[in-house]
């Protein structure tokens, strides 16, 4: 609907601007026409009010400009500074259907349309948008299908291009290295990220190997053993919280004091939003100064 | 056989399996080290370092919960007691998840929240321990449906992340002990030794409250120690590997079936039995979708259900 909506403001000024005024009669009325067309179709974008029911999805509605539409958000929602004021409607796995439709909103943006309750609100009219990128390729797609879901396609290109070409200066900057790497996502029990993840993806987009990117599972629990036997060159820890000197003694008493561990802000590669550049290039440049042997 | 009657060869045959068993365990992991003869440096820390350490937690742990476990069957004069019944495992998980919430970051954390949870539950139902057996059973049945309530209200307020770790210890995890290894060993041990003092007096009571106290036992008195007894070893085994069903429920049945039901054998046999139970099942966790892990509190029920009923067929036929 939004993308009709659009046409048919493109085809006006077409006319426009290719057809001289016949007479001053003929062009006011032109103007007239033009004017209600405006009038009539700008304030739909406005009045779009957005749920944002992913942080992933806030982060990106926020850095298209289309913060001022988001009307409601889930817990975890807290970047930016902006949209830890919204109001909140769930939580990662279930929407409070009667707080959301307090907000009166008129779409809504999931990860995931089973979670409970987003059926509901698409059976009480509310749109319903998905974005779910599982790979580093999709978050750029996500974000021009939200802008264009939202009305505003030209900021989400413009941001999705910007990514883009940084997304292709680091993949040139990357030999094919494929340094083998542990991600330990927590220490106790020791669980790290599997075959299907976006961290996976985002971790080969660096020229870096998870050494347990074969398993099956999601979050497999592994023990030290396993990762004694699987080689890494680097341990990643996506926590900056965490005891990181205490969990570096730990790795080099098991794996020598060649291995290298690397802490990171979880927010900025576990996401799959606007943020997810700085985190790969944060890596990348940790990565550089690291000189590991192959 | 005399094994039955003789408690010291029965004690030497099931230390003779257990360390058996524990030698074969320790082979095996992410490869097969012979545990004899490692032969490199690496391989033999892996075996006395991350292996060791963990089957004697294992075994410790395993023991202690099917101790507590027999202990509850005849406090509780019910044989569908275990170590969780009254509660106590409810309330350290709710201890261990709200350290999470609150120290999300803090990994001791959980251990000292289950262990503060686990000691919270006891004290609550310790309140109950003069109430007969039949409504000490039914508070306990009904603490644990509150703790099991406020556990769930956690779980519900836990970031994704969260609920995966907060199951993962409700699972069972046997590799990250907070307790030292000299201290379950020494539980384990002081458990076993106050078992068999008291376990003339366990017969005794098994013939009902009216009989005991005809022949001499102070019932009101040994039904609180054996409370408080079989709850802190609970508590320590709760604190060193989160709740790990199906070992203390079954292990005593089991032993009973074997050896009859005079507590000086069924606990022996209960300490040795739990533990080798959850070494076992604690290797296979350990390798059978190698790489990854799989919980152990799965295993020992997975393990354990049909060697139980094979049994009980048995026994009937």
Not at chain 1, 206 to 233: H, S, T, W, Y
Not at chain 1, 243 to 260: C, N, S
Not at chain 2, 145 to 161: D, H, K, Q, T
Not at chain 2, 184 to 208: E, P
């Amino acid at each position: 609907m939004v993308a009709e909506v659009d046409n048919s403001q493109e085809k006006i000024r077409h006319c426009c601007g290719h057809r001289q005024p016949a007479s001053n009669g003929a062009f006011f009325k032109k103007l007239l026409v033009l004017l209600l067309c405006l009038c009539s179709t700008s304030p739909a974008f406005a009045s779009e009010r957005i749920l944002a029911l992913a942080p992933h999805i806030c982060e990106i509605l926020y850095a298209i400009g289309a913060g001022k539409d988001v009307v409601g958000a889930v817990s975890y929602c807290d970047y930016p500074e902006e949209a830890k004021s919204l109001p909140r409607v769930g939580s990662y796995n279930r929407i409070n259907v009667e707080a959301a439709l307090a907000l009166a909103p008129t779409m809504a943006i999931v990860s995931d349309e089973k979670m409970i309750g987003v059926q509901k609100l698409r059976s009480l009219g509310v749109k319903i948008v998905q974005s779910h990128p599982e790979q580093v390729d999709d978050v750029l797609l996500d974000i021009r299908h939200i802008g264009s879901a939202v009305g505003q396609r030209k900021r989400a290109n413009q941001l999705a291009d910007s990514l883009q070409k940084r997304l292709d200066k680091l993949d040139a900057s990357m030999e094919n290295l494929k340094t083998a790497v542990f991600y330990e996502i927590w220490p106790t029990p020791l669980l790290t990220a599997g075959k299907h993840t976006f961290i996976n993806n985002v971790l080969q987009r660096i020229g870096l190997r998870n050494v347990f990117g074969d398993v099956e599972l999601e979050a497999p629990r592994v023990n030290v053993e396993a990762v004694i036997a699987a080689k890494p060159k680097i341990i990643i820890i996506p926590s900056e919280k965490r005891d990181v000197a205490k969990r570096i003694r730990f790795w080099k008493k098991w794996l020598g004091e060649d291995i290298r561990v690397i802490s990171v802000n979880p927010d900025l590669v576990h996401r799959p939003g606007p943020r997810l550049l700085d985190g790969m290039e944060y890596l990348a440049g940790q990565l550089e100064g690291l000189q590991i042997e192959h | 056989m005399n094994i039955r009657k003789n408690p010291y060869s029965l004690f030497c045959v099931l230390l003779l399996i257990s360390l058996a068993v524990a030698l074969i365990a320790l082979g095996m992991g992410e490869h097969w080290i012979n545990p004899l003869s490692p032969s490199s440096d690496m391989e033999s820390r892996i075996l006395w370092e991350l292996r060791w350490p963990r089957l004697l937690t294992a075994f410790a742990v395993g023991g202690m919960l099917a101790l507590a476990g027999a202990w509850f069957q005849v406090l509780l004069g019910n044989p569908l007691a275990e170590p969780y019944v009254l509660g106590v495992a409810g309330s350290a998980a709710v201890g261990a998840v709200s350290a999470m919430i609150f120290m999300p970051d803090a990994a001791w954390a959980v251990s000292l929240g289950a262990f503060v949870g686990a000691w919270v539950g006891i004290t609550v139902v310790l309140f109950f321990s003069r109430l007969g057996s039949a409504r000490l059973l039914l508070a306990g049945v009904v603490l644990a449906a509150f703790w099991a309530a406020v556990l769930m209200l956690l779980i519900a307020l836990l970031p994704e992340r969260g609920v995966a770790l907060a199951y993962a210890w409700m699972m069972g995890d046997l590799s990250n002990s907070a307790l030292p290894i000299w201290l379950l060993m020494l539980v384990w041990a002081a458990a076993l030794a106050c078992g068999l003092i008291l376990s003339l007096s366990l017969d005794k009571l098994l013939l009902g409250e009216k009989h005991a106290a005809a022949l001499g036992v102070n019932v009101p008195h040994l039904r609180k120690l054996l409370l408080l007894l079989a709850s802190a070893v609970t508590a320590l085994a709760v604190t060193a590997a989160g709740t790990i069903g199906f070992v203390g429920l079954v292990v005593p049945h089991l032993m009973r079936l074997l050896l009859g039901s005079l507590h000086q054998s069924v606990l022996i046999a209960s300490a040795f039995g739990g533990g080798v139970l959850l070494m076992l099942a604690d290797t296979a966790a350990r390798t059978v979708i190698s790489p990854a892990e799989l919980p152990v509190g799965v295993l020992t029920a997975i393990i354990g259900v049909p060697v139980f009923l094979w049994l009980l067929l048995r026994r009937n036929a």
